[in-house]
């Protein structure tokens, strides 16, 4: 009795593993989106309206699947369990991949916020990659010490970066110049292709949806905990996006914020002055650096769990004595660094847009997988489940799985190519793998 008390005090709760969800999503991307978006003018808010709703379905493919499955996980375990162990690790593949790189362009995007107050970090490009490489360091030791410090870290983080947002999503519409918004349509695509585009963007802010379901063992009472976690979390965020990044664009004129390096401290230090515009630039870097600190610790859940299944290498697998993966960690942050390493050169604006739609590609997959995986194991198990049930399961997961194939369609073809040589380059080691486990078991 006192083993398992003291085993649910080390668990996080509703308020913690929503300020996962909430702290993941709200990392690099918000604050740095409304420049890109500027490009298309006010009908990126429809590509915005289309993502909400998107995640939202995604959102709640993941709360029912996290009923029917506890352990931990996420997306791995559930298209696992739905379409076999192929197509498990692929998904555990190429999520970790959107992890690792994505840890990458959230450093790159703290210390790109940081440069607001140490110029040096934006000319110089060495520089500024041996400090977005400490940044992942730093909270790759923070993340080797127990779940409950980086959940704690999570919260104070999460609370602190949504005020910019907060402020500039309310006290900002005093000073909107609707103005701004005309013509509606800046980009001279079709209006169907601008909002493709434009949704493609905002969905990487709010990748990390599914942060409450992969840590899954070490949260209080799953079943209840993590459904209300992750819809909490989508539709706090949602708000949150909308109307700071239509504060934004209201504040500044569209040719203006196209050239924007640090969008919200801008627009705050055009209303406010300069007081402002350090407070925003604060909120922003502990934004990222306080995303980064939670993704650090699902890369390295994900891979664990895919190991115990014996699809990726049993070392990934192994705990420290405070029960972290600390190997997986370690491995992911080393290849996060190299990435970083390697594209200094590029500058931090042009590395963090490549890096973000690598990212956001290599989520997708997971996403499509998981968005069909209960139809899956329904059609697979009919005396199991019954008819109404499949019904209520299509008539979610089949919008999830459409609105992911079609935030496909908008990223770049170079994005795409790269996306598919890193997902394929999985697959030698899954034979090998697969070939060493059925070797052992034939000769035992």
Request: proline content about 4%; some cysteine.
């Amino acid at each position: 009795m006192e083993n398992r008390k003291a085993e649910e005090k080390g668990k996080i709760g509703f308020w913690l593993s929503t300020s996962l969800v909430v702290g993941n999503m709200t990392g690099s991307g918000i604050f740095l989106l409304p420049a890109a978006l500027a490009l298309y003018g006010g009908i990126s808010i429809f590509g915005w309206i289309y993502t909400v709703v998107g995640t939202i379905f995604l959102a709640l493919v993941f709360s029912r699947l996290s009923k029917m499955f506890i352990q931990s996980g996420g997306p791995y375990t559930y298209s696992r369990e739905g379409f076999g162990d192929f197509a498990g690790f692929l998904v555990a593949w190429g999520y970790w991949i959107s992890i690792w790189a994505g840890n990458a362009a959230i450093a790159v995007a703290g210390v790109g916020y940081l440069s607001f107050f140490i110029p040096g970090l934006k000319e110089n490009q060495i520089l500024s990659a041996i400090v977005a490489v400490g940044a992942i360091w730093l909270f790759t030791f923070i993340n080797t010490q127990s779940i409950k410090k980086v959940g704690m870290v999570q919260l104070i983080t999460t609370l602190l970066k949504i005020l910019p947002l907060l402020a500039l999503g309310t006290f900002g519409f005093l000073y909107f110049n609707k103005a701004h918004f005309t013509p509606f349509n800046l980009s001279g695509e079709s209006n169907f292709d601008a909002i493709t585009a434009t949704a493609a963007l905002a969905l990487w802010a709010f990748l990390g949806l599914e942060s409450a379901t992969i840590p899954s063992d070490n949260v209080k009472n799953p079943t209840k905990t993590i459904p209300r976690a992750t819809i909490a979390g989508i539709i706090t965020a949602a708000l949150l996006y909308i109307s700071s990044t239509v504060g934004v664009m209201g504040i500044m004129a569209p040719a203006e914020l196209q050239n924007s390096a640090a969008p919200f401290a801008d627009a705050a230090q055009k209303i406010w002055g300069d007081w402002a515009s350090i407070l925003i630039a604060v909120g922003a870097a502990i934004a990222c650096f306080g995303a980064l600190n939670g993704w650090i610790l699902l890369q390295g859940q994900l891979p664990m769990a895919a190991a115990r299944d014996k699809l990726f290498p049993p070392a990934f697998n192994k705990k420290s004595g405070k029960g972290i993966p600390v190997l997986g960690i370690v491995i992911a942050s080393l290849l996060a660094s190299a990435l970083v390493s390697l594209n200094y050169t590029r500058g931090l604006v042009k590395m963090f847009s490549f890096i973000i739609m690598l990212s956001t590609l290599s989520c997708l997959l997971p996403y499509l997988f998981s968005s069909l995986s209960e139809i899956a194991l329904y059609v697979r198990k009919k005396r199991e489940f019954n008819r109404k049930r499949l019904i209520a399961a299509s008539l979610i997961s089949i919008p999830a799985f459409l609105y992911s194939l079609w935030a496909i369609t908008g990223l770049e073809s170079e994005v795409l190519l790269w996306g598919a040589i890193l997902l394929t380059a999985g697959v030698p080691m899954y034979i090998y793998l697969r070939y060493n486990y059925n070797k052992r078991e034939l000769f035992t």
